[in-house]
C-alpha cells in the first residue's frame, strides 16, 4: 500500500491535471532554443509554492495548502537530502529528518515543436533549496561537495522518475522528471528558467 502511495504521489508531483497554488495564468511563456536549433521550447509554469520546513511546513503565501507542502517534502525534498546524507558519511553528522529550507516549488511544461510539426510535452519539477545560517556548514559541505555539476540521485520508486541536483549560486537545485524525457532539454529548459528569474 505504501509503494501504491507513493507512486500516487510522484505521478501526481508530476502531473498538470493537479495543478495548485498560486494562479500562473499571468505567468508570460518563456522562449529557450532546445538541444537541436531548429526548433524551440515553449516553457510554462503550471505551479509555484514558496514556503519554509523547520519540523513542519510554513507557506509563505495563505493559499497553499499544507498537505501539498508536506508532500513536496516527503516524496521531493526528502528522498534527495538522505541521498546526500548518506553518500556524505560521517561527514557531516546530521540526519536528513533535522534539515531546515527555504523552498520555491514550481512545476513547468515544456512544449516542443519537432522536425515533424508535432508538438512533444515534458513535465518537470524544480525545488529551489536555501538553508538559514543555521544550516551554513551543511550548505558550506553541499556547496563543496556538490558545487555546479550535476549529480544524479538513485531513486527508489515504482514511478518512472528521474532525478538530479546541483549547487547554483546560494541554492541546491533539485529536478524531477518523467524517465523517458529527454533530460538534455530538461537540463536546458531548467537552465533557461532559472536564468529569467534572476
Not at 24 to 31: A, E, I, V
Request: aromatic share 12%.
Amino acid at each position: 500500500m505504501r509503494h501504491c502511495l507513493s507512486l500516487f504521489v510522484l505521478i501526481s508531483l508530476l502531473n498538470l491535471s493537479s495543478v495548485a497554488g498560486r494562479d500562473t495564468g499571468s505567468y508570460d511563456t518563456l522562449k529557450a532554443l532546445c538541444p537541436n536549433d531548429s526548433c524551440k521550447t515553449g516553457i510554462t509554469v503550471s505551479e509555484l509554492m514558496e514556503y519554509s520546513w523547520d519540523k513542519k511546513a510554513y507557506p509563505k503565501d495563505s493559499s497553499c495548502k499544507i498537505h501539498q507542502l508536506e508532500n513536496i517534502h516527503q516524496y521531493n525534498v526528502m528522498p534527495v537530502f538522505k541521498f546526500l546524507v548518506r553518500k556524505s558519511g560521517k561527514a557531516l553528522n546530521l540526519k536528513a529528518d533535522n534539515i531546515e529550507y527555504s523552498c520555491l516549488h514550481t512545476r513547468l511544461k515544456a512544449s516542443r515543436l519537432n522536425e515533424k510539426d508535432s508538438v512533444c510535452d515534458s513535465y518537470f519539477v524544480i525545488e529551489s533549496i536555501v538553508f538559514p545560517s543555521s544550516q551554513e556548514r551543511l550548505s558550506n559541505y553541499f556547496k563543496t561537495k556538490i558545487n555546479n555539476k550535476l549529480l544524479k540521485v538513485d531513486v527508489v520508486s515504482e514511478a518512472p522518475v528521474s532525478c538530479f541536483t546541483y549547487w547554483r549560486g546560494n541554492a541546491l537545485i533539485i529536478v524531477w522528471y518523467n524517465f523517458f524525457d529527454d533530460e538534455k532539454l530538461i537540463k536546458k529548459s531548467v537552465e533557461t528558467y532559472l536564468r529569467n528569474l534572476e
